[in-house]
């Protein structure tokens, strides 16, 4: 397998660099101090991804996407992460699985999200089953030319500002009868019950949404009754592959520019130690990153590709957590200040 990358490759990501650099480094310390992002700057961020073309790279051209392989969506992705505050996720990427939703979805709801007019939120996680959707208990009850939905998700991230969510539950309360539908915002019995404080500042929340009696009209099924769960791993795979591409090293440029007592702390040999580790834990989460990215495009089937995009995320964020505590502390969060 060759992983070398071509010239396109590496000027796809020094524009992505470019981007992180001009239109997310500067609003940092906006969301650091107010934890949102005012008017102003959400629309100079959608104008920057526009311009530099990383609107929904992971849609077909023919739907306005950027059509990207998952190898080019995690060299973009790992330029992104390294803005602080969430602000990597700020280039929009709508759900993969609409692109398997009918021509009048599309056009009510992907195109749309592809052009950055609409927001999305993916609910699927419930604070009995965490990240296991076979373990969900959210149901609908069919009601004529209607479905009835109740039950309780959980950090149903954007759902507080979103225009429309996708619902993972079970039909009749069957997991064999998984299925996604579209829930439309402001709908009667959609309740936000709770918004849990994150460790961070961000331009987004993680709420919980409690659905009470929602009724949704049966168009708004994607995909079929039955095929919610093979849906919802496909957008598993694309977002653990880019949260494990938005893990990115800062720690050695750090060291390099931090003095003590006259000297580099990168010149002393107990920094040097970590600075060792850190390396050989970002190379080896870089290489599982792009060997997994490369067998996805190459066809890996359904199945595979979830459980390997699964066990890349829980080594690359472990990874990322290991660097950040064994990187020298500046004593307070680090922004890119300029």
Same mark, same amino acid.
């Given at each position: 397998?060759?992983?070398? +990358? ?7 990501? *020094? $524009?992505? $660099? ?18 949102? %992002?005012?008017? =102003?700057? @959400? ?5 920057? /991804?526009?311009?530099y073309g990383f609107n929904a790279v992971n849609h077909d051209r023919a739907?306005?996407?950027?059509? +990207?392989?998952? /190898? ?19 280039? !929009? ?17 992907? @195109?749309?999200?592809? $052009?950055? =007019? ?14 296991d959707a076979g373990g969900i208990l959210t149901s609908a009850v069919r ?16 759902? =507080? ?9 079970? /039909? ?8 996604? +539908? ?7 019995? +959609?309740?936000? /019950? ?13 709420? !919980? ?5 929602? $009724? ?23 977002? #653990?592959?880019?949260?494990? *591409? #938005? ?8 060291? =390099? ?31 599982? %990153? ?17 459980? #390997? ?11 990322? !957590?290991?660097? *950040? ?8 969060? #680090? %922004?890119?200040?300029?």
């Amino acid at each position: 397998m060759d992983f070398t +990358f071509s010239p396109g490759h590496m000027a796809l990501q *020094a $524009r992505a $660099r470019e981007f992180t650099e001009k239109h997310l480094f500067p609003i940092e310390q906006e969301v650091q101090d107010n934890d949102a %992002l005012s008017p =102003e700057s @959400r629309k100079a961020i959608r104008d920057g /991804v526009l311009n530099y073309g990383f609107n929904a790279v992971n849609h077909d051209r023919a739907d306005g996407g950027q059509g +990207f392989s998952l /190898v080019e969506q995690c060299l973009v992705f790992e330029e992104f992460g390294k803005a602080t505050n969430m602000l990597g996720l700020s280039p !929009w990427m709508p759900a993969y699985c609409l692109r398997f939703g009918t021509q009048e979805q599309k056009e009510q709801y992907l @195109r749309p999200a592809i $052009r950055g =007019e609409i927001r999305e939120a993916f609910l699927v996680t419930e604070p009995q089953s965490g990240s296991d959707a076979g373990g969900i208990l959210t149901s609908a009850v069919r009601d004529g030319d209607h479905y009835v939905f109740n039950g309780l998700k959980c950090f149903s991230s954007g759902s =507080e500002s979103a225009d429309y969510m996708l619902l993972h539950c079970n /039909v009749d309360g069957d997991p064999a009868k998984a299925t996604l +539908f579209i829930l439309d915002k402001g709908m009667a019995g +959609f309740e936000i /019950v709770k918004r849990p404080k994150a460790m961070y500042n961000g331009p987004s929340q993680h709420p !919980w949404v409690q659905l009470t009696d929602l $009724r949704v009209h049966e168009s708004k099924i994607l995909g079929g009754i039955g095929q919610g769960f093979e849906l919802t791993k496909d957008w598993f795979v694309e977002q #653990r592959a880019n949260i494990a *591409a #938005r893990c990115a090293e800062l720690a050695a440029t750090y060291a =390099e520019e931090r003095k003590a007592f006259g000297r580099k702390i990168a010149e002393f040999q107990g920094i040097e130690w970590k600075l060792a580790e850190m390396a050989v834990d970002i190379m080896a989460a870089k290489a599982l %990153l792009y060997r997994c990215a490369s067998e996805y495009d190459a066809g890996l089937d359904r199945k595979a590709a979830h459980a #390997r995009m699964s066990a890349l995320k829980l080594f690359c964020t472990e990874m990322a !957590w290991r660097t *950040a505590d064994q990187a020298p502390d500046p004593g307070r969060p #680090r %922004l890119h200040d300029g």
